[in-house]
C-alpha cells in the first residue's frame, strides 16, 4: 500500500491530528495519466502554492507549452483546478488538496499493471530527490546537513502490527501540514523538508546481473 500525500484540511479541534481528504485510485486511466514525471513534479511544486504554466516550467525544466499541455491533462481527471485570474500560460493552477491512494484491494490485469507503473514512477522520483540532497549536502549550513535522518531496518510483525506501524507513521508526517497551505505558520527557519516511508513484506530479491 502507498499513499502519497500532496495535501490536507487543518485540524477541527486544537488536539486532534489533521485528517487528509482521501481519493483511491482504482481507474487504470486516471493512474495512466499520473504516471509522467513531468505530472509528478508539477503537482509537487503546485502543492507548495498557485503557479502558472510560465512558472512552472522554470523550476521544471520543461516549456511553457509542455507545462500547460499537462496541466490541462491533470485537470481532466480532477488533480489541479484554475486557481482564478490571469489568462493564457499566465493564469494560476492550484492542486486539488487531498491525498491519494493505489495500489490496495483486488486489481484486474490492467488496473495492476497501471497502479506498479505510477508506483516506479512515483517512486523514481524520490530516488531524485534523495540523490540531489546527497550531492548537495555537504553545502548546506551544518545545523541542516546534520539535522537529516535515513533508517534502514526490520523486524517481526504481524499484518495488524504493520498496519498500526503505518497509521502512526503517517500520523507523525501530517503534524504540521497546516503549514503547507499557510506559510504564517511557518516558523521564520522553517525550510521545505521531503520524506519518504515505507514498511514492506520481506520477499526474495533476485540477484543483480554483472555485464562486465
Given at each position: 500500500?502507498?499513499?502519497?500525500?500532496?495535501?490536507a484540511?487543518?485540524?477541527?479541534?486544537?488536539?486532534?491530528?489533521?485528517?487528509l481528504?482521501?481519493r483511491?485510485?482504482?481507474?487504470?486511466?486516471?493512474?495512466?495519466?499520473?504516471?509522467?514525471?513531468?505530472?509528478i513534479?508539477?503537482?509537487?511544486?503546485?502543492s507548495?502554492?498557485?503557479?502558472?504554466?510560465?512558472?512552472?516550467?522554470?523550476?521544471?525544466?520543461?516549456?511553457p507549452?509542455?507545462?500547460?499541455?499537462?496541466?490541462?491533462?491533470?485537470?481532466?481527471y480532477?488533480?489541479?483546478?484554475?486557481?482564478?485570474?490571469?489568462?493564457?500560460?499566465?493564469?494560476?493552477?492550484?492542486?486539488?488538496?487531498?491525498?491519494?491512494?493505489?495500489?490496495?484491494?483486488e486489481?484486474?490485469?490492467?488496473?495492476?499493471?497501471?497502479?506498479?507503473?505510477?508506483?516506479?514512477?512515483?517512486?523514481?522520483?524520490?530516488?531524485?530527490?534523495?540523490?540531489?540532497?546527497?550531492?548537495?549536502?555537504?553545502?548546506?549550513?551544518?545545523?541542516?546537513?546534520?539535522?537529516?535522518?535515513?533508517?534502514q531496518?526490520?523486524?517481526?510483525?504481524?499484518?495488524?502490527?504493520?498496519?498500526?506501524?503505518?497509521?502512526?507513521?503517517r500520523?507523525?508526517?501530517?503534524?504540521h501540514?497546516?503549514r503547507?497551505?499557510?506559510?504564517?505558520?511557518?516558523?521564520?527557519?522553517?525550510?521545505?523538508?521531503?520524506?519518504?516511508?515505507?514498511?514492506?513484506?520481506?520477499?526474495?530479491?533476485?540477484?543483480?546481473?554483472?555485464?562486465?
Amino acid at each position: 500500500m502507498l499513499r502519497r500525500v500532496s495535501s490536507a484540511d487543518k485540524p477541527t479541534a486544537p488536539d486532534e491530528a489533521p485528517r487528509l481528504p482521501q481519493r483511491e485510485l482504482r481507474d487504470p486511466t486516471v493512474l495512466r495519466a499520473l504516471a509522467h514525471p513531468v505530472r509528478i513534479r508539477i503537482l509537487e511544486e503546485l502543492s507548495l502554492g498557485p503557479a502558472t504554466a510560465t512558472e512552472l516550467a522554470e523550476r521544471v525544466g520543461e516549456s511553457p507549452a509542455n507545462c500547460s499541455w499537462h496541466l490541462r491533462q491533470l485537470a481532466k481527471y480532477d488533480f489541479v483546478e484554475e486557481a482564478g485570474g490571469g489568462t493564457g500560460r499566465r493564469r494560476p493552477w492550484r492542486v486539488i488538496m487531498r491525498s491519494h491512494e493505489w495500489g490496495v484491494g483486488e486489481e484486474d490485469a490492467d488496473l495492476a499493471v497501471a497502479s506498479d507503473a505510477l508506483t516506479r514512477v512515483f517512486l523514481d522520483r524520490q530516488n531524485e530527490v534523495l540523490h540531489a540532497w546527497i550531492e548537495a549536502r555537504r553545502s548546506l549550513p551544518p545545523d541542516w546537513r546534520d539535522a537529516y535522518f535515513l533508517n534502514q531496518g526490520g523486524n517481526w510483525l504481524t499484518a495488524k502490527e504493520l498496519t498500526e506501524l503505518g497509521e502512526a507513521i503517517r500520523a507523525l508526517l501530517v503534524r504540521h501540514v497546516d503549514r503547507i497551505t499557510d506559510p504564517a505558520a511557518r516558523p521564520p527557519e522553517a525550510r521545505l523538508v521531503r520524506f519518504l516511508a515505507w514498511g514492506v513484506p520481506a520477499v526474495a530479491v533476485p540477484p543483480t546481473s554483472d555485464s562486465s
